[in-house]
């Protein structure tokens, strides 16, 4: 395992990341795409002002902030862990069948008949779920489960097959991608408040899955061999990891829809601030996630004035160019 | 295959009959995946362009259209690629043999379906069916402002191909005028006009000037604007209503991005239309009603947000759909 040259300390780094997160949900509040100005935005938080003002501060940026927070916590915290069960700095929620698995659910479920939006969530984890769990089954066949890249692999076709079938439904019945469409694209603004009551226990149950798993995905890193040396169980522990993915992004998902890069850049910058450990990296993620979500949201508000860009947008704006860093660097770490 | 030709031979002029409908077959065949060559194009003019030395060209009718000029013999067999094309052949009693469904739809748009009864689907307004259009053996085929050029060029070759350059936001009496021309029915959709625009007259009594409205499709994230220039916007201006500001400042652009919850006080009106592009209009309205930010907007609270159907009231542009905007008028507002 190489060691990072330049390791920050990580109780100083997680809580330069905290305060970070703490000023950009300050800021979620104060700047939107509306007419209001960071002045009155303020008054508003504190009460004051028009009911104009303070419905749109509390009503509307209040909720998308506290949504962003817990899905960036969801998307860091799941990237992370796959990059560190899957051994591969390149994995990506999208990648494991969880985010096609979603979507195909709930186009498969308006498809059918279901025209509610509080049916989407439930659908959405059961798809994302189900999703993860074939592609887990799928490397387990030929007994070669322990190898990463044949689960990125795996991955990869499998959520090809579920894109293709999607669109193939989506093509066939315009009913299903009217109402898709806000569905498959990522968006923090207009999702019912009610979202935060099931995605916030969903998301917290997550993580407390995948923090458990840390030691032993730690010990994992070392290879297969010395992890079982030291009496840990790697396919049990990558079950138990993928599990937490799967309800981690299925919740993600459901509550604000696929926001595409977050899982891959936020691992990538919490091993550049305190090297590749599991045990280091899961906690900064933890706070960058939000931070690099609260700060695409606020973007997306203010770059298309006074409309708002899907958040999907900004993520993948700065996430690309990360993307290829990872590649070019002129060596993949190895986790 | 040889009566076929023979029929053929009756509706298209005499050259046709050296150039195999084989021929014509195989280049439909050849046009699927390959770009038709520029010289292709000149061919196909040419055959256009010479074969016209009938004694009948007395009737011949001579058009401007995107594509240069282009005459026109006879329209008895009319194909419409287009839903006003389609919309004004029906209301001057020229019932097409085919014409193209619905935008996400299988079928003609639902307020056509009694009127364009046993008019055959060829494709789809993005997609031609060139066979199917083949198979009609049409002698003039009408088609939407920004066809391809490589569709056309295959198009005109089955028959004179007429296809308007006008605007969306152009005024909708004028939208199809080029249609009008290459069906010959000049006086027949100047008396069509004349009668939606005595009804409107007759009903600027009842309207009350100066409200104000705004059409809408409604997301979850937001609504996006429609043009006050499209259609029924045109319609509810004559009437003596007026635009908001957002729908009025729109130029060329048929409809606004999804405008930020923050700001639905730019779409708030007198009079809010919300035009749906499925039969659930009630379901869309009702999702919307669970919105606070909806429930907040003048026209929610006076019971002056409606649904609309948004084949009429989005895209459609010829004289049936302005009769529909109109009852839709009488029995919404000015009831």
Known sequence: ?335 | MNRRRIRHSRAIQPQALQHPIMALHAEIQAHRGARRSFTCALAGLAIAVTSWFNPVSAQERRLDTAFGPVAVKTAERVVTLDEGALDTALAVGMKPVGSVAVRGGKDLPTYLQDAGKGVKIVGTTREPNLEAILAQRPDVILASPGLEKRVYDILSKIAPTVVPSVATTAPWQDRNALYVAALGKEAEYQKRVEEVEARIEALRARAQAGQTFTIVRWMPQGPMAMSSQLMAGRILTALGLQSTDIAAELGDRPHSDILSLENLGKVDADWLLIATLNEQGQATLDAARKQPAFTRLKAAQSDHAVTVDGQVWSSATGVLAANRVVDDIERLILK
């Not at chain 1, 902030?65 to 999208?94: C, D, H, K, W, Y």
């Not at chain 1, 299925?250 to 045990?279: C, E, S």
């Open chain 1, 1 to 335: 395992m190489p060691r990072h040259t330049k390791r920050m300390p990580l109780r100083r780094t997680a809580i330069a990341c905290a305060a970070l997160v703490g000023i950009l949900m300050f800021a979620s509040m104060l700047w939107g795409a509306g007419s209001l100005t960071v002045l009155q935005s303020l008054q508003a938080l504190l009460g004051r002002g028009s009911e104009e003002a303070i419905f749109i501060v509390h009503e509307l940026r209040g909720p998308r902030t506290v949504l962003a927070v817990l899905v960036g916590l969801a998307l860091g915290a799941s990237g992370t862990i796959m990059q560190s069960a899957t051994r591969n700095p390149l994995a990506e929620p999208g990648l494991l069948g969880v985010s096609a698995g979603a979507s195909f659910a709930v186009v498969l479920a308006i498809y059918f008949g279901a025209d509610s939006v509080g049916l989407h969530f439930s659908i959405a984890i059961l798809g994302s779920l189900a999703g993860c769990f074939l592609v887990l089954m799928t490397t387990q066949l030929r007994g070669a489960g322990a190898d990463p890249v044949r689960l990125v692999l795996a991955g990869a076709a499998f959520s090809s097959i579920l894109i293709a079938v999607t669109t193939l439904i989506l093509l066939h019945d315009q009913r299903t991608a009217d109402e898709i469409r806000f569905w498959v694209i990522g968006a923090l603004g207009g999702r019912p408040t009610s979202n935060l009551v099931w995605a916030a226990p969903g998301i917290l149950g997550g993580l407390v899955l995948v923090a458990i798993t840390t030691p032993a995905l730690a010990a994992l890193s070392l290879g297969e061999k010395v992890a079982l040396g030291l009496g840990h169980r790697p396919a049990f522990t990558r079950l138990l990891a993928m599990t937490g993915v799967a309800i981690l992004v299925g919740t993600a998902t459901a509550a604000a829809g696929p926001i595409a890069f977050a899982g891959l850049i936020v691992p990538y910058f919490a091993r550049r601030l305190v090297g590749p450990d599991v045990r280091r990296a899961l906690p900064i993620a933890m706070v960058l996630g939000p931070s690099v979500v609260l700060l695409s949201d606020i973007l997306s508000r203010l770059a298309v004035r006074p409309y708002e860009l899907p958040i999907g947008v900004v993520t993948a704006c700065i996430g690309a160019p990360v993307l290829i860093a990872v590649v070019r660097s002129h060596r993949l770490p190895r986790l």
